[in-house]
């Protein structure tokens, strides 16, 4: 999850405020990006052979004539190989500093799984 922080202000001053969704939104334009770049490499044993992204909540702002001074967006990587974690987490960082925000982890669950004539995947998530 990263929250991102704004500076709230009546829209009549909007000059004065900083919206956190509109932060939020340009990350998401870098996250996307480097999500393309994952596709690069592949593995055989999942149906999807590349790492997969996908934004899940964006949660922000409370009514219209405020700019919003947070906003949350959670979102998740399913990875093909265990090394590319401490990649993404690396990238995700960098990416996070660039915007100022705050990022909390909530899972980290490694890839797993089989294949085979009888079974095409099987996976865990703990």
């Known amino acids: 999850k990263i929250t991102f922080t704004g500076k709230g202000t009546h829209f009549s001053n909007v000059v004065d405020g900083v919206n956190a969704i509109v932060e939020c939104n340009k990350f998401i334009n870098d ?10 490499e592949q593995n055989s044993l999942f149906d999807i052979p590349y790492t997969t992204m996908n934004i899940g909540i964006i949660n922000g702002g409370s009514v219209i004539n405020i700019v919003p001074d947070k906003c949350e967006l959670v979102y998740d990587f399913r990875t093909i190989d265990k090394k590319q974690h401490e990649i993404i987490k690396d990238q ?19 890839p797993s799984g089989i294949k085979n004539e009888n079974i095409k995947f099987i996976s865990k998530r703990f």
């Open 31 to 40: 996250l996307l990006k480097y999500s393309e770049e994952l596709k690069k």
């Open 92 to 110: 995700v960082l960098k990416l996070v500093n660039k915007y100022d925000a705050i990022l909390t982890e909530i899972t980290n669950v490694y």
